[in-house]
């Protein structure tokens, strides 16, 4: 009787409080996009509800958005020096990178949580790129290449981390913009919304959106991939009919 | 790739420009252009055939109607082309995959360009100073003189070139400028025109017409395969590049035919040279990013 009471009090304090759950809804959950587009923006809406028993939490509420773009195995390479020219040396490879990383938080992260609680939970773009599961490690030899993978990609403004990209309207409610630019691939994305709350997970949501290209250009594009004998062959007699245009028209016999 | 349209038509018309100006095919201007603005060079090379095809096209059917055109010599020639193409474009994919792409690219233009400009330049410095010193251009032919890979076996007679030589060094040259051109995008006619001329002795007339034969030929393969193996083409950009050219080559053209021949080769030379030493340059400096992301496949 007493065990029994003891592994009930253990599994109580195992079962987290629910005292706050998150409603989290997406202004799209398809993005269509054209070849004149320059980039857009998605807006994430967000509620927390607290139950009856929950006091009102001094410190208030903070907010991660996590949007993941579909993931793309990308090798980084290094040009080192070799004799009198620089060239392609070490690589590391990157299996599962997403092509487009952002995250949006209500304050600087380093003040949301502790580094610790990052570096696990994965929470902020830093503890993604140097996460173990990003890459293998080699020792250290590994880092360079996650910097450069990060700088590379926040030049492309593919990855990125606004610390003010949350903005809470009321105390209980929050929107957050992602910034989508012309180079976002298309793809299914993840929108994870984490809640937290001096500096613990209170709750989380996940959520995707679809970024479809239409248009020409696009069509042209898969073509190219599903048709490649049929696009090289239409390339071809584009050009054989332009050559042939050209004599036709400048011709001087 | 978010490129300007009226910039890539407006270098179209210049390299075009320069090519009619000088008889050539301009991808070799064309190609580093693309690279050195930011295209891949898998994509530049590839897209850059295309623009090939179109402007030998139109030489070859004026080469067609003035009968300027040796149809024997041109088989041959794309014989080797063929072979010479999907050997480069199967390179081409292998060095990709390894991430050694840019660097063969890189060095092997840097190695034809020193090589042939310098050559060119050479010449052309003591043509001028044979013709400052009053006498008229040595011609360094004599009669019965051949080199003796002429000789060679499987020897072959074309009619139209008055030629009676081996077929091997002629399958040996078209193997090498169609390897090239798959792995450069560049047609070769600045390589096969003197080859023909100076070492096959093959008649003025009929040089340009059976090179730019041969290059429709093997460079519409290059282009196909491209388009198969690596998915690099991409039809938008080829077409401005087409249209810019085409229409640039025939005023280039108009212009030419006022230009002094030596003057012209001087010219070509150190064009050559300048596109060579900035590549060389390239490889040389240390980069401003060392590092650089390629995307081997897509997960969905």
């Known amino acids: 009787m007493r065990t029994l009471g003891l592994l009930l009090l253990l599994l109580i304090s195992l079962v987290p409080a629910k005292a706050e759950t998150l409603i989290t809804s997406l202004s799209n959950h398809r993005v269509l996009i054209n070849s004149n587009y320059t980039g857009t923006q998605i807006a994430v809406f967000g509620a927390i509800e607290r139950d009856a028993q929950t006091v009102a939490r001094a410190t208030g509420f903070d907010v991660v958005v996590t949007v993941r773009g579909p993931r793309q195995f990308l090798t980084v390479r290094e040009k080192e020096r070799l004799g009198p020219v620089w060239i392609n040396q070490e690589q590391q490879k990157f299996p599962t990178a997403p092509s487009y990383l952002g995250v949006l938080t209500s304050r600087p992260i380093a003040e949301i949580t502790s580094d610790q609680l990052r570096q696990r939970q994965k929470v902020g773009l830093e503890a993604i790129v140097n996460s173990t599961d990003f890459t293998p490690q080699r020792n250290g030899a590994d880092r360079p290449f996650r910097e450069a993978l990060y700088r590379l990609k926040a030049q492309e403004g593919l990855y990125l981390e606004d610390e003010r990209g949350v903005t809470f309207l009321t105390p209980d409610i929050f929107r957050a913009g992602i910034p989508l630019p012309a180079t976002a691939p298309p793809g299914n994305y993840e929108v994870d919304v984490t809640l937290f709350a001096d500096t613990v997970i209170l709750a989380r949501t996940s959520t995707n959106f679809e970024l479809v290209k239409t248009g020409f250009e696009e069509q042209v594009g898969a073509v190219a991939r599903d048709w490649s004998l049929f696009y090289g062959l239409a390339t071809a007699v584009i050009a054989i009919f332009f050559g042939w245009l050209a004599n036709v028209i400048f011709r001087r016999d | ?300």
Request: charge should be positive; hydrophobic fraction near 55%; include cysteine.
């Open chain 2, 1 to 300: 790739m978010p490129v300007s349209v009226l910039l890539i038509l407006g270098m179209g018309a210049a390299v075009g420009f320069i090519s009619g100006l000088f008889g050539i095919g301009g991808g070799f201007l064309m190609t580093p252009l693309l690279i050195f603005l930011g295209i891949p060079p898998a994509v530049a090379v590839a897209t850059q055939s295309a623009q090939i095809v179109a402007s030998s096209t139109t030489s070859v059917l004026s080469a067609l109607r003035r009968d300027a055109l040796d149809h024997k010599l041109g088989a041959i020639l794309v014989a080797g082309g063929f072979v010479g193409s999907a050997l480069g474009v199967w390179f081409f994919a292998a060095a990709r995959r390894a991430g050694q792409l840019d660097l063969v690219i890189v060095i092997s233009y840097v190695t034809l360009f020193t090589v042939v400009g310098s050559l060119m330049l050479k010449e052309s410095i003591r043509e001028f100073w044979h013709r400052r010193k009053g006498g008229t251009v040595r011609l360094r032919r004599k009669a019965g003189e051949h080199a003796p890979y002429l000789g060679w076996p499987l020897r072959m007679r074309f009619y139209r070139s008055k030629l009676y030589v081996s077929v091997i060094p002629i399958l040996g040259l078209s193997l090498f400028i169609g390897f090239a051109g798959a792995l450069l995008g560049i047609g070769g006619g600045f390589i096969v025109v003197p080859a023909l001329l100076y070492v096959f002795r093959v008649p003025t007339n009929v040089v340009v017409g059976t090179s730019q034969f041969q290059i429709v030929c093997t460079t519409l393969v290059a282009l196909v395969l491209h388009a198969v193996t690596n998915q690099a083409v991409d039809m938008v950009l080829a077409i401005l590049l087409i249209v810019g050219g085409v229409f640039g080559a025939q005023f280039g053209a108009r212009m030419g035919r006022h230009l002094r021949a030596e003057l012209f080769r001087f010219l070509l030379a150190l064009l050559l040279l300048a596109v060579g030493l900035r590549f060389g340059l390239e490889l040389v400096l240390q980069p401003k990013e060392p590092f650089s992301i390629t995307t081997q496949e897509v997960r969905t």
